[in-house]
């Protein structure tokens, strides 16, 4: 799963922003995008979560894709691609050797 969260992660980094898509939701880390990538990023890294962080990942992860549908067309892959990540983000939270 490590392995498709990073190839998620690569893919979502080497695509184009679509038009539609708040460029400032990007780097904003209040935003789903910026909070995506960087909860991916520390999970990647080993960093452990607190509680509070783990629960604010699967939260993320329950309306990531529910979203998909209210945006525009052109805008709905990228969307996609960040609830994937997401998914596996939180799979991987959920999954650490420490809590098994």
């Known amino acids: 799963m490590r392995e498709e969260l990073e190839a998620a992660v690569r893919a979502h980094q080497a695509a184009s922003i679509p038009p539609g898509v708040d460029q400032g939701s990007i780097t904003d880390a209040d ?3 910026a909070s995506t990538i960087g909860w991916a990023t520390l999970v990647l890294a080993g960093v452990p979560l607190t509680d509070s ?8 992860a329950t309306s990531s894709f ?3 549908g209210l945006m525009p067309i052109e805008t709905r892959p990228y969307f996609a691609r960040l609830g994937l ?16």
């Open 66 to 68: 529910s979203m998909v």
């Open 53 to 60: 962080e783990r629960a604010e990942v699967l939260e993320l």
């Open 85 to 100: 990540i997401t998914a596996l983000t939180a799979a991987l939270v959920v999954t650490t050797p420490t809590e098994l």
């Open 31 to 33: 935003m789903p995008a």
